[in-house]
């Protein structure tokens, strides 16, 4: 059938709230670290698509990004901690005996402070306003989406959609080409963020983009990848000598020690994938982005309708990278 952007926005809303919703057991448990990164992942592309179709959906929906940030934010800091855990785990086959016994009071702290957030974490999952929220848009998923004939802009995705992916790229250009090599951590996460927003759009309009996304759609996933390897170094060495500093509970010298060194380490491979941006960054931009924008024209011009089912989830499994990002 024919979808209409009320459409789209509805099966795209819905598509994230039931991602949302699968991993929500497994997140309570507070045992599968994957469960909780897959529901914060279902959590931050349900805002951005909130945020992308803010015109074809309830007033209440732009509202309620708010309820869905806080459980976004709790999602986060629980999920700190799991990165942080796994990291020092995938470490420990570089290590001797010893040195793995020199981890112990780490990973104990770790396992500790990440108690603490998940328990922070369910307290936002219970409170009344979250679980108002959720009811809300488990309604709303369940109803069918208004059509609006006199909408001119609902007739028209194509035009819709070559307007939000070019503002969105326009925006990741203007971040970008402001890097140099004095740029601070945080100036690189903006573009992080801002690709990340990109990509979800795109994902979001695969079935208007045609062919032309995929190669636009990896060269996205490699800026994002890398800019993620960077963050991640950034972070973690933050965090890490943020728990270093701690007045309390302080942790061994022959640990703090070691991990120094792992964190200089990985330091090292973060400031590698930093001068590697430049070139993946040349992934997104010239060819891949004119072809894109030139299928976008073309089906503007030619009056294209959506094609897609209303139950395949606005269909952007067709140019989906690898879940969990």
Do not use: N
């Amino acid at each position: 059938m024919d979808m209409t952007l009320e459409v789209l926005a509805h099966a795209t809303c819905r598509q994230w709230l039931d991602a949302f919703l699968e991993h929500l057991p497994g997140t309570r448990a507070g045992e599968d670290a994957e469960a909780l990164h897959e529901m914060r992942v279902a959590a931050r592309r349900f805002e951005a698509a909130i945020r992308l179709f803010r015109d074809f959906l309830p007033a209440w929906a732009l509202e309620s990004r708010v309820t869905l940030r806080a459980v976004m934010k709790a999602l986060g800091a629980t999920r700190d901690f799991d990165v942080q855990i796994e990291f020092f785990r995938g470490r420990k086959e570089q290590l001797s005996s010893a040195e793995v016994e020199l981890l112990e009071p780490l990973e104990a702290r770790l396992a500790a402070d990440r108690a603490r957030a998940h328990a922070r974490l369910l307290q936002v999952l219970d409170a009344p306003e979250t679980e108002q929220w959720l009811a809300r848009w488990i309604e709303f998923a369940k109803s069918v989406p208004p059509a609006r004939p006199g909408s001119e802009i609902a007739a028209r995705p194509a035009a819709f959609a070559l307007a939000a992916l070019r503002r969105q790229y326009k925006r990741v250009r203007k971040a970008a080409e402001r890097l140099d090599s004095e740029s601070t951590a945080e100036e690189y996460h903006e573009v992080r963020s801002r690709v990340k927003r990109l990509r979800y759009a795109l994902e979001a309009f695969a079935p208007v983009c045609g062919e032309s996304a995929g190669k636009f759609l990896r060269g996205l996933v490699r800026v994002q990848t890398v800019l993620g390897e960077y963050q991640d170094a950034e972070v973690r060495a933050g965090q890490l000598a943020s728990l270093a500093r701690r007045a309390t509970q302080t942790l061994p010298g022959t640990t703090l020690m070691l991990m120094g060194r792992i964190v200089e380490r990985d330091a090292r491979k973060g400031r590698k994938a930093r001068r590697r941006f430049p070139k993946v960054y040349r992934c997104m931009r010239g060819r891949p982005w004119k072809r894109l924008r030139r299928s976008l024209v073309a089906a503007e011009g030619a009056g294209a309708p959506i094609i897609a089912r209303s139950g395949d989830a606005a269909g952007a499994s067709r140019f989906a990278a690898p879940p969990g990002t």
